[in-house]
């Protein structure tokens, strides 16, 4: 059984072309970092305009 990571802040891109895993890993992510900002992009374009809007980025998760 996992533990919550608490009263930490962090901003993480989820970059895949499939919206069902986009969306279940960002519901994870909520649930284990409930301060969390998850941006989603489906798209190698949409992944480096996220990149170039929010240069602060923590984690990008990536499917190659």
Known sequence: RGRA???VSMKILI???QALVRD???RVLVNLVPDA???EA???QSAFQT?????DLDLVLLDL
């Open 37 to 39: 900002t998850v941006f």
């Open 5 to 7: 990571i608490r009263h």
């Open 42 to 44: 489906g798209e190698p």
């Open 24 to 26: 279940a890993l960002a």
């Open 51 to 55: 990149l170039e809007r929010e240069s």
């Open 15 to 17: 970059v895949d072309d």
